[in-house]
């Protein structure tokens, strides 16, 4: 399986925006970035996904490099909310991959400073 | 509408006590999925089915741990006996898996403390 690389941690104050990278220099052609996040004592939550093309939903935005080697999620106004650990994850779906679980990695820790 | 509902919240046993967690899934999702998270890592797959079958247990340690998923719904993971690096988050979620992919929703997981 292609694996991710990001930040242990980062840090952000609040109302501006976040820009949380990861890189995936092993990706192959059929495999979708997915990112999930940890807010303290609780499950992980999905937050966003994409192949090619940049993404954005009610809650970010998905930035993917032409190349795909590598992605951004961007949280437009942070709030002391977002504070959590954020997971970019690869799921291939040329294949049965996609339907196995989630392989998670360290993550990036955000905090966000008031 | 309601999301993965997971019980006990928190539970504190010996070593070699057996325990049980409990997970019900959202309506209607026919994957689910048993995590287990140890502190300040990522959760890691011990068990998935896809409605009652188990189509993933390669990393459930089966001398100690069971799972089953009756009627497709609800579902219950055992350890006994319990051990002192059983000690973990273990989480559940579920997904309508419909063709190659699927997003996963999380309940708020099981904190077990193995004394």
């Known amino acids: 399986d292609a694996k991710t690389t990001q930040p242990n941690s980062m840090e952000s104050n609040e109302e501006e925006p976040v820009h949380l990278p990861c890189n995936h220099s092993t990706i192959s052609g059929t495999d979708y970035i997915h990112w999930y996040r940890q807010l303290p004592s609780q499950g992980p939550e999905y937050v966003i996904h994409g192949l090619t093309s940049n993404v954005n939903n009610r809650m970010a935005s998905l930035a993917i490099a032409e190349d795909r080697k590598s992605s951004t999620l961007i949280l437009h106004r942070a709030t002391l909310r977002d504070a959590a650990v954020y997971y970019c994850?690869?799921?291939?779906?040329?294949?049965?991959?996609?339907?196995?679980?989630?392989?998670f990695g360290s993550g990036t820790r955000l905090q966000v400073q008031p | 509408e309601a999301g993965v509902v997971q019980s006990p919240r928190y539970k504190i046993i010996e070593k070699k006590q057996p325990v049980a967690f409990w997970c019900n899934p959202i309506s209607g999702h026919n994957t689910l999925y048993w995590y287990r998270q140890n502190l300040g890592q990522g959760p890691e797959l011990l068990i998935r089915?896809?409605?009652?079958?188990?189509?993933?247990d390669s990393q459930l340690p089966k001398d100690r741990f069971s799972a089953e998923r009756l009627k497709g719904v609800d579902s219950t993971l055992k350890i006994q006996p319990a051990e002192l690096g059983d000690s973990a988050v273990y989480l559940c979620?579920?997904?309508?898996?419909?063709?190659?992919?699927?997003?996963?929703?999380f309940g708020p997981g099981t904190r077990l403390t193995v004394l």
């Open positions: 089915y896809e409605n009652e079958e188990a189509v993933d």
């Open positions: 979620a579920s997904s309508f898996l419909a063709g190659t992919t699927d997003t996963q929703y």
């Open positions: 994850i690869l799921r291939d779906v040329g294949g049965d991959t996609g339907r196995r679980a989630l392989t």
